[in-house]
């Protein structure tokens, strides 16, 4: 595994390029893992995408950093098991199919359709591999979730419990899709959870496409801003 391993310094620079978050849950951000995503609801076909968050098993290592499921040490120890292709490979394609299964379920609930019952079915199974191989604590929130062991699984383990959360402590009423233009005409179709009191939050991101004059260019300015963006 040594020979691909690439230096840990890097980990910073993919955790900036991921930039800000706009779901409001962490399985949402997981959900719009590619941008835009208005094309993909149907079967997460590849079109022409401005980013894909998963590329290769360091990406997931520092998704999960900038969410904030482990700290460095952790993604470290990861890191250097990101650079196993053999073992990093299948767990990238699961994360892909999960995120594209998790944005199927809950753009159904954004769209007022319900959720496919093999598509509930698949999230019911990652649920229960998540919590069967987690380690269950109290938090002031609920009971909640760790995956101690270095593991690249992680991601779309805390995704898959996140998912079942979020399913339940939020109505589908306050789930949202974002009707932003993107380029060449694809829509945003990026997820949030809309938590104002009244129901009036339309847009993934108020900056990027809320913006009035919603040029082609908006995507290059959110790609600037994002590479820009600090991790603390
Ligand atoms: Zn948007």
Not at 141 to 154: K, M, Q, S, V
Not at 170 to 197: E, H, M, N, Q, Y
Not at 210 to 222: E, L, M, T, V
Request: with cysteine; hydrophobic share 35%.
């Amino acid at each position: 595994m040594a020979e691909s391993t690439r230096p840990v310094r890097e980990l910073a620079a993919r955790v900036d390029a991921l930039g800000e978050s706009f779901g409001g849950a962490l399985c949402l951000d997981f959900a719009n893992s590619v941008e835009p995503r208005g094309d993909t609801a149907a079967d997460g076909a590849g079109t022409p995408r401005l980013r894909q968050d998963f590329n290769d098993g360091y990406d997931l290592v520092a998704w999960g950093l900038r969410q904030q499921l482990y700290g460095n040490e952790q993604a470290e120890r990861l890191w250097r098991l990101a650079g196993d292709r053999r073992r990093a490979d299948p767990v990238l394609r699961r994360t892909r199919v999960l995120s594209d299964l998790t944005y199927r379920i809950f753009g159904a609930l954004a769209d007022g359709r319900r959720p496919d019952a093999s598509d509930l079915g698949e999230l019911q199974q990652a649920y229960g591999e998540a919590v069967r191989t987690g380690t269950m604590s109290i938090t002031p929130t609920g009971p909640a979730f760790d995956w101690p062991e270095p593991d690249l699984r992680i991601v779309p383990r805390a995704a898959a419990v996140s998912a079942f959360d979020t399913l339940r402590a939020v109505g589908s009423s306050k789930i949202k899709i974002c009707p932003g233009a993107g380029r060449d005409g694809i829509p945003c179709g990026w997820l949030f959870i809309d938590s104002t009191k009244n129901g009036s939050r339309r847009w993934c991101s108020m900056s990027d496409c809320g913006n009035a004059s919603k040029s082609r260019r908006q995507n290059d300015r959110r790609r600037t801003r994002r590479s820009d963006h600090r991790f603390t």
